[in-house]
């Protein structure tokens, strides 16, 4: 059963850079058949698709936040990971990573999230 | 930009049958497949439809998933509302390489 973990900092600095990892379980990343992607959902508010990778190093980004974003893939880890630049307070989300089925363009499964604070 | 929306809540009493829509603000959302997903406190969401009215295994029937390309919009049904079906649910689909989703819906069971 696959199964994706996000891990990182729970509390970032105004103007820095966040920096989370996901990690995936009982599955290849390099499976050529998927994509893998970041969302968000800050306190009390709806989803927001950041972007998406494929395991050759492929991205696409959301364009409101495309400036601010990279999102990197490690294989040999079984990982890829998000950066997000200058962060300001309404960068304050849960952050989650899932797998991404491109043909239907559907999220599934999903990790459990991690919340990222952004505070000074 | 392409946006999805919903209605922020919906509230029927268990047994009954709740419909959710899902309206897309332009083209046409028959032209990309649309998920809905569960998410309930504290929790990730999950999928309950995909490929617009697919149910992942485990999911019961008595969730649909429907689109009406007149309306330019998709539909979730509940029918025999439980009270564990209490939860927000969000529509999601994909337009020029961005992956969007709808505004979400609490559904509370009375």
């Known amino acids: 059963q696959l199964q994706l973990q996000e891990s990182g900092p729970g509390l970032v600095k105004p103007s820095e850079t966040l920096s989370l990892t996901c990690t995936v379980s009982?599955?290849?990343?390099?499976?050529?058949?998927?994509?893998w992607g970041w969302i968000r959902q800050p306190p009390g508010k709806g989803l927001e698709w950041i972007g998406s990778?494929?395991?050759?190093?492929?991205?696409y980004y959301n364009p409101s936040l495309k400036s601010r974003v990279t999102i990197s893939v490690d294989t040999s880890k079984n990982q890829f990971s998000l950066k997000l630049s200058s962060v300001t307070a309404a960068d304050t989300a849960v952050y989650y990573c899932?797998?991404?089925?491109?043909?239907?363009?559907?999220?599934?499964?999903w990790g459990q999230g991690t919340l990222v604070t952004v505070s000074s | 930009n392409f946006m999805l929306t919903q209605p922020h809540s919906v509230s029927e009493s268990p047994g009954k049958t709740v419909t959710i829509s899902c309206t897309g603000s332009?083209?046409?959302?028959?032209?990309?497949?649309v998920q809905w997903y569960q998410q309930r406190p504290g929790s990730a969401p999950t999928t309950v439809i995909y490929?617009?009215?697919?149910?992942p295994s485990g999911v019961p029937d008595r969730f649909s998933g429907s689109i009406d390309s007149s309306s330019n919009s998709a539909s979730l049904t509940i029918s025999g509302l439980k009270t564990e079906d209490e939860a927000d649910y969000y529509c999601?689909?994909?337009?020029?390489?961005?992956?969007?989703f709808g505004t979400g819906t609490k559904v509370t069971v009375l």
């Open positions: 899932a797998r991404l089925v491109p043909t239907v363009n559907w999220f599934d499964p």
């Open positions: 009982g599955g290849s990343i390099s499976s050529s058949s998927y994509y």
């Open positions: 990778i494929y395991y050759s190093g492929s991205t």
């Open positions: 332009s083209g046409s959302i028959a032209s990309n497949y």
């Open positions: 490929e617009d009215n697919q149910r």
């Open positions: 999601q689909s994909y337009d020029s390489s961005n992956h969007v």
